[in-house]
């Protein structure tokens, strides 16, 4: 079976495995674990911030970076079909008392008049204050769509103009950065705070990280643990977040090398195809997903009429050719 549902899916490695074993531990908590701090360490630096911090989820990550922005009763302006704002379940809501209004783009993209249009500055007890923006890049379900760079340095620049914050959904901000070798620290110096992932296509079996300022991490490392996200010897863990950076970034070009394949198959122009995920209309999403599986490929329904296909780790480049091949004779 081709399993193309989710990057998530990736298996650690022989070699994460050993590296993971032999990682030294302490207790994170009392922050003394070494190989988480050299991780958080680490990726702050690659995006030019201050400081990380470790969480086992990426939703986590991006309810603690968003509460860092905003506070209880504001509200955060976001793309309707975002992650934040679809699969995190309600969270910043439920757990931090913030609302969102949503501007909707096709292929889930900056719309700077529409944020322009929806801003509320602090206007007393009247409206709902907007405190901050956040962006998704790639966009999951949009199909993997880059955001411009130039689209981003334009919310940045009128987000200083208005004191609106900027919070960066980087699930799989790697791909971006491989897709158009943009260097991470641009993507880092648009954003007050940001959510990086390592358990998708990077491939370790769990953990996100939360980049900012050191005063929003130490923050957010209270919260993360009333959220019961404080972990112990979880160096065992950061070492195969730090084995993946070290080994499966730039293998990434080949995730999408593959979208591309599957995406010809499905009749989509493959340049359409930025990143790793494919997203494709049909009229019955869910027979199409059970007829693929039929043939030995299991790929996601992401609506009635919409669905999913994602490279990854584990998908090797005879498996995305047999997946192709099934999924033009289903048509």
């Known amino acids: 079976m081709i399993d193309l549902r989710s990057d998530t899916l990736t298996r650690p490695t022989e070699a994460m495995r050993a590296a993971m074993a032999g990682a030294e531990v302490g207790d994170d908590v009392y922050g003394e674990d070494p190989t988480v701090a050299g991780l958080e360490d680490r990726v702050a630096g690659m995006f030019g911030h201050e400081a990380a911090l470790f969480t086992p989820t990426g939703s986590m990550a991006n309810v603690l970076a968003v509460a860092s922005l905003v506070a209880p009763g504001q509200e955060v302006l976001c793309e309707s079909s975002a992650h934040i704002a679809r699969a995190e379940l309600g969270a910043h809501g439920a757990i931090s008392g913030i609302t969102m209004r949503t501007w909707t783009h096709p292929r889930g993209q900056v719309d700077l008049g529409a944020i322009e249009s929806m801003y509320a500055p602090d206007m007393g007890p009247f409206f709902v204050r907007t405190a901050a923006v956040s962006v998704e890049n790639t966009h999951n379900f949009a199909g993997g769509t880059v955001l411009p760079l130039e689209d981003l340095r334009a919310l940045r620049a009128w987000a200083d103009t208005t004191g ?104 989509l122009d493959p340049e359409s195809v930025q990143t790793n995920i494919v997203v494709v209309e049909r009229p019955d999403a869910p027979a199409f997903v059970a007829a693929a599986a039929d043939e030995g490929v299991r790929i996601a329904a992401v609506g009635p009429r919409a669905v999913r296909l994602v490279t990854h780790l584990d998908v090797t480049r005879a498996d995305a050719e047999r997946a192709a091949a099934v999924l033009a004779r289903l048509g």
């Open 164 to 267: 609106a914050r900027i919070h960066l959904d980087g699930a799989r901000l790697w791909n971006a950065h491989v897709a158009t070798g943009t260097p991470l620290a641009d993507y880092g110096r648009i954003a007050d705070v940001l959510a990086v992932c390592l358990s998708k296509g990077l491939g370790a079996p769990i953990g996100s990280l939360m980049v900012g300022s050191a005063d929003a991490i130490a923050e957010a490392r209270v919260r993360r643990k009333r959220m019961g996200g404080g972990m112990r010897q979880v160096g065992v863990l950061a070492a195969a977040g730090a084995y993946a950076l070290d080994h499966h970034v730039e293998r990434l070009a080949d995730d999408h090398a593959h979208a591309r394949l599957l995406g010809e198959a499905l009749g």
